[in-house]
């Protein structure tokens, strides 16, 4: 059964605009640490000098958001406040939105940083694919190749509300996109909100989620390895962070 990783690391030497922070405390640093931990307490005296080449175990320790590397943003990441009632956090999700099957759709001849309903339905019918209920679609932007630079941040494809709508009156409840953002990038909502003066170009997707629950993955990766738009089950099981409005996942694809 092979599996596909789509997603990006955690790493702290990649450009992020909230850098990560990554501290390491070697194997011969743990074993000190926990001599001195066992005997604050446990009231235990040991010699961490008897264990093999005096080496413990290592710790990591990280500073970082929930919206670092691959995650999936809850509905109350959108707001604290919803229209069907209240956000449910990353961790009162249902589990099963997060292990199905699974379809991509290829938005990189997309004419400008968003795309409407026409486009997707049009990209449907070209991949020959009708969406069941509670499938997982993912929306391949060609962003992720450039992860780890400035210019992950600034050029990407997002979703317009009607795309937003169009793809949640289809049943689905996870949205993934290989881009910083389900929305377009800020620079660009910005510019369309000083030329009309309409706030609602401003994050159309993300806000969607307070008049519908739904999901979506950011910062996929490789999902130009899937050897077909469909036929794949994604499994992105969100870690369980307590009152959080995003968890980060290790997004697979299992063909």
Not at 9 to 33: C, K, L, N, R, S
Not at 143 to 168: H, K, Q
Not at 194 to 223: K, M, S, Y
Request: proline share 8%; glycine share 8%; hydrophobic share 40%.
């Amino acid at each position: 059964m092979p599996i596909i990783d789509l997603s990006t690391a955690v790493d702290a030497a990649a450009w992020e605009p909230e850098p990560v922070i990554h501290d390491v405390m070697t194997p011969a640093q743990g074993a000190v640490h926990m001599a001195e931990e066992m005997a604050l307490h446990f009231g235990v005296d040991f010699d961490p000098s008897v264990l093999p080449d005096g080496e413990l175990l290592s710790v990591d320790t990280l500073k970082l958001t929930t919206h670092t590397g691959t995650h999936i943003d809850a509905p109350s990441h959108y707001g604290s406040k919803a229209s069907y009632g209240v956000p449910r956090h990353i961790d009162e999700m249902p589990l099963d939105w997060f292990h199905r099957p699974a379809f991509c759709l290829d938005l990189r001849s997309a004419p400008g940083p968003t795309v409407d309903a026409d486009f997707l339905d049009k990209e449907l019918a070209r991949i020959g694919y009708q969406p069941q209920p509670l499938d997982i679609v993912l929306l391949h932007t060609g962003a992720s190749a450039w992860a780890g630079t400035p210019r992950y941040f600034t050029e990407f494809t997002g979703l317009d509300a009607g795309a937003t709508n169009f793809l949640l009156d289809k049943g689905i409840r996870v949205i993934g996109t290989d881009a910083f953002s389900l929305d377009a990038p800020f620079g660009a909502m910005l510019k369309r909100y000083e030329e009309t003066g309409d706030r609602g170009v401003l994050w159309p997707a993300h806000f969607t989620g307070r008049d519908r629950e739904f999901c979506q993955i950011e910062r996929l990766a490789n999902l130009d390895a899937l050897p077909q738009p469909y036929g794949f089950t994604v499994s992105c099981l969100p870690i369980k962070i307590k009152g959080a409005g995003a968890g980060w996942t290790r997004a697979v694809a299992i063909l």
